[in-house]
């Protein structure tokens, strides 16, 4: 008598758990909302806008879109840990400014990058310091080193600009690979994209991260090294954000104090957007990724469709509205019927 | 006020003398005398000259209004990231009245533009109070939808001097009793804004609920009502700085006011406002908002090009944090001791 009441709450319980098939589950993932979103706009796109359907318009949404893409992988991790890294933008400047003076310097190009990227990891250093050891807020310390290294960065270059580069590399960096349409930097995406994700989802390291943003105590208390994951997230973020500086500066030929303006909020836009929660503890990279994309596409329909810039910021505003209103509203029902769905089994018991 | 402090015990202990001098305000007063002190040294107009000390007191007028509302923002443990937005909205829907209704009374005006903000801020309070959705990820949304909304209205235009009277444009010169009017509205919202957050029931429930949120609502607060009242007054706050910048600059497009939110919360902080909510004063956050304007006008006269603004800025919501940080690990050590030697 008691196995079989055992049997029916676990059944229950797991009905409870797996009520709908996996097909359907996968489909109402907020990852899929967004692949589905992304391919309905390119759909339109191809068919209602001129001169969409070629390769040159893929070559240069990612290439537009591509420094965002980078910087919003690491900053996922941060986020899921319930961080914040508001300074990613004002990195990239940095990284530029310090990139683009050592070279005009006369120091080889590979090692002005590699200064660039120190540049960004000391940055990281700097906020997992803060924010681990001192223990501060990282929204007010990201803010802090988002208005100071953007400071520094216009500071030391001034009104001026560095454009001097071999003009080969910005050639390259732009030019389609192997007849494909899409530019050298979608290898790095892709190849960073692996790694973080398998850090994210695959690894104890990743499962802490996921720990820490449901609870810090919790984590703390299951061995989790919660400082240390969280410092070596900001670190990441740091160092990713400082080779974005430099591969941004190669890109456009171009190191001003003002590269990466306002970059932070499109990398927090596009992980909020893929579903990745504010308060941690949820969301995964690929979603992140595809809302990265999302954006990318809907600046570049918007740009073909002759609506300009202008609307961008609306769209990308209210997109991101929407999606945490969805987000919010969805998780709302799925309490409800959880609730129901255990009362039902509690009934049954 | 235990709600606010946790550390209230040890501070009642102390006389008013050793309060005014731990006080945020207290350092910051000493800090805008320095400040200002070796500026005039160096070039006495600064201050000591007709147009000196008026553009002086005028100019953080603008970042004063939107901190404190931030800062009514932040204390209740929310942040408002879109206050540059509605500042810009505002500023233009006042230039345009003025152009499009010639002798509308300037009064008028203000409240149009106080009711813009309001209403935007509204929009801000009602999706965070009703959807659970945190306050920097919607308020991020409206900085992008608003200033969208701006560049969509205004395009190319931008405000010309000439659509404005003649007295709007003198309210930021014109002196009631030596003091332009602007400086008195602005003086006269800092007190009653600071003295409805320490004196008033629902200021204080601010507090509470930024403090702690769980204990506040058990207490039987509107969590809903309280988070859309700090919206609104910070909107309707960002609308009235569009207006103190109309007054002072008599221009305005559709860049307006990009990059205040951060001025904003780094006024806020250097204020003495714990970004975690459910502590700092009003008076702190306009004495910080006075702090950073003036700083940014003293650099070119102490010879630091002023691109190196920004950088000191960071440094000083980095240092600010930091000392709070510090301030509080200490204060506990010693409430801690105390206690023990009880």
Known sequence: MTATTTTTIIEGARYARHGRPFWRRALLRPESVIVLAIVVLLLIGTFAIPFFAQAYTYQTMILNAGPVLLMLLPVTLVIVTSDIDLSVGSILGFSSALFGLSYQAGVPLWLAAVIGVLAGAFVGVLNGVLVTAIGLPSLAVTIGTLALFRGIAVGLLGTTSITKFPPEIPRFLSSPMWGLPFPPVTIAIVVLAILFGVLLHFTPFGRGIFAIGLSIENAAFSGVAVNRTRFILFVLSGIIAGATGVYFTLQYSNAIGTNGFGFELQVVTAIVLGGVSIWGGKGTLFGALAGGLLIAALNKTLQLAGIGSDTISIVTGVALIFSVVVASIAGFISRRRRSKASALVAAGA | ?342
Not at chain 2, 53 to 68: A, K, M
Not at chain 2, 197 to 214: I, K, W
């Open chain 2, 1 to 342: 006020m235990s709600v606010t402090h946790t550390v209230a015990p040890v501070e009642a202990g102390r006389s008013w003398f050793q309060k005014l001098v731990r006080a945020r305000e207290s350092s910051l007063v000493v800090l805008i005398i320095l400040l200002v002190a070796v500026t005039a040294a160096i070039q006495p107009s600064f201050i000591f000259s007709d147009g000196g000390w008026r553009e002086l007191l005028r100019q953080p007028t603008i970042l004063i209004l939107i901190s404190i509302g931030e800062a009514i923002v932040i204390i209740t443990r929310n942040i408002d990231l879109s206050v540059g937005s509605i500042l810009c909205l505002s500023t233009y829907a006042a230039g345009t009245l003025f152009a499009n209704v010639p002798g509308i009374p300037i009064i008028l005006v203000v409240l149009v533009g106080m009711l813009l903000g309001a209403f935007l801020g509204l929009i801000n309070g009602l999706l965070v109070a009703f959807l659970r959705v945190p306050s920097l990820v919607i308020t991020l949304g409206t900085l992008y939808a608003y200033r969208g909304i701006a560049i969509l209205w205004i395009g190319p235009h931008f405000i010309r001097s000439s659509w404005l009277p003649a007295d709007f444009r003198a309210l930021g010169t014109m002196p009631f009793l030596g003091i332009p009017v602007l400086l008195w509205v602005v003086l006269i919202v800092v007190l009653l804004v600071g003295w409805f957050m320490t004196s008033r029931r629902s200021g204080r429930d601010l507090y509470a609920l930024g403090s702690n949120p769980e204990a506040a609502t058990l207490f039987g607060l509107s969590e809903r009502r309280l988070i859309l009242g700090a919206f609104t007054a910070s909107g309707a706050l960002a609308g009235l700085a569009g207006l103190a910048y109309l007054a002072i600059f008599a221009t305005g497009d559709a860049q307006v006011g990009t990059g205040y939110e951060l001025q904003a919360v780094a006024a806020a902080v250097v204020g003495g406002v714990a970004i975690v909510g459910g502590s700092g004063s009003i008076w702190g956050v306009a004495l910080g908002a006075f702090f950073l304007a003036t700083i940014s006008n003293a650099l070119p006269v102490l010879g630091v090009p002023s691109l190196w603004q920004q950088a000191l800025v960071g440094l000083f919501i980095v240092g600010a944090i930091m000392l709070d940080r510090i301030l509080f690990i200490s204060r506990i050590r010693r409430a801690k001791r105390e206690g023990s030697a009880k």
